[in-house]
């Protein structure tokens, strides 16, 4: 097929780099032949999703070098090359998961960057363009021809079957977690995964290497009142807990030194603040505000062993046909007067005050990636029919997450 009328990218250049992004977005994975500046061949696997917020233009990408392994990541897209040095992008870290430059321009000698790959004659009216695979009608969209004219009931049966595909591959990942960890671990480490959402998944990881379950739950067994302690611990490794100051709010100093009193520093040392991200992250999604949620996931909600209040969570939701219960596992409300409904950071109150640390969403958000696809794992293992019924049950009745960057752009 050849570009229609309907988009017509300048011959010479485009006027601004967001007609080059669009151009990228739309035919991409019907270039033939693409190539990056260090001679490999490169599939586009998926083009991305264009973003609107501090960072690269481009997010989710996913692309294979010379047919190896695919690679998942963000795109930056400039007309010139140098713009890579120009804009401070090598040293900002939120170019770090980076995995290729789009120029429309030809490189220079010296090029400093990511793996790029030249537009400038490849979005030419002239230059055919292959179909790619399994794709049908003018955009392209593997699902057309799949759905096409069914009624909603069908296409929502189709949905709901891949959607179950998705928790089952999920499960299979976590089998593979389990030769070298316990469920407990998993479950913990899978929790606190998805409560670094996208900006502080990797300082969440770090902090799960230094305090791993099997640290933390043995530390809170035999503590009656489990939660100062898992705070303690959890704030302590994350090196977010500060010293008490001269300056610092009353209420805050003391809730800072009852906290020092409880935490020892482990083997391994603490982690410095400045891995942790706080800057373009929303203020309630602050990893201060994650780690009070995780302490009370862990102490109260999911008191030691978690993956037995998961159990016996979803065993529930066989009897009654119902998940409120097994979200409500999940989701951490908080009161009026609490500490931390009106404060962001020790130091730092909050604008208004809040009623959840773990909404109703994000606990789904956790549900569907991380605690269904386990106790799947779990009834496999066990071969138990009514965890399994549970499992199921929970799919089909849980309401749905809230919308994300991916389900806005397809919408």
Request: hydrophobic share 45%; proline share 6%.
């Given at each position: ?22 151009a990228w977005l ?261 990893p201060t505000r ?41 989701r951490v409300p ?78």
């Amino acid at each position: 097929m050849r570009i229609v009328d309907s988009w017509r990218p300048a011959i010479d250049a485009p006027d601004r780099e967001v007609t080059l992004t669009e151009a990228w977005l739309r035919w991409a994975q019907r270039l033939p032949d693409l190539s990056d500046n260090r001679g490999r061949g490169l599939e586009i696997i998926y083009a991305g999703h264009e973003w609107g917020g501090v960072g690269p233009d481009i997010r989710d990408a996913i692309v294979s070098f010379d047919g190896g392994l695919a690679e998942h990541g963000d795109i930056e897209v400039h007309l010139d090359a140098r713009d890579w040095v120009r804009h401070g992008h090598a040293e900002n870290p939120a170019y770090e998961g980076v995995i290729l430059h789009v120029v429309w321009e030809e490189l220079r000698e010296g090029y400093v960057g990511p793996p790029a790959v030249v537009l400038k004659g490849r979005l030419e009216p002239e230059v055919e363009l292959v179909e790619a695979e399994q794709r049908t009608g003018e955009d392209g969209w593997p699902c057309e021809e799949a759905l096409g004219e069914a009624l909603p009931a069908d296409s929502l049966q189709v949905l709901q079957w891949q959607g179950w595909q998705r928790l089952v591959e999920s499960s299979n990942r976590i089998e593979s977690d389990l030769a070298v960890m316990s469920a407990d671990e998993a479950l913990y480490r899978g929790v606190l995964d998805a409560l670094g959402y996208s900006q502080n998944r990797g300082p969440f990881g770090r902090l799960a290497e230094i305090l791993p379950w099997d640290s933390l739950g043995r530390l809170l067994e035999g503590w009656g009142t489990r939660l100062p302690l898992a705070e303690a611990l959890l704030f302590g490794e994350a090196g977010l807990l500060p010293e008490v100051t001269t300056d610092m709010e009353e209420g805050a100093a003391r809730k800072v030194g009852e906290l020092r009193k409880l935490w020892k520093p482990l083997e391994i040392g603490p982690m410095r603040r400045s891995e942790w991200r706080f800057h373009g992250v929303r203020p309630n999604n602050w990893p201060t505000r994650r780690l009070v949620a995780a302490s009370r996931l862990f102490a109260t909600l999911l008191a030691p062993p978690p993956t037995v209040a998961l159990q016996k969570a979803v065993l529930r939701v066989a009897e009654t046909g119902s998940a409120a219960a097994l979200e409500e596992l999940f989701r951490v409300p908080i009161k009026a007067d609490d500490f931390w409904s009106g404060r962001l950071d020790f130091g730092r109150p909050a604008s208004a005050r809040t009623t959840a640390l773990i909404g109703t969403a994000r606990a789904r958000e956790i549900l569907a990636n991380v605690a269904l696809p386990l106790s799947l794992c779990i009834a496999r293992r066990q071969a138990n029919a009514v965890l399994l019924k549970g499992v199921r049950e929970a799919f089909v009745t849980m309401g749905s997450v809230a919308p994300n960057r991916i389900t806005r752009y397809l919408a």
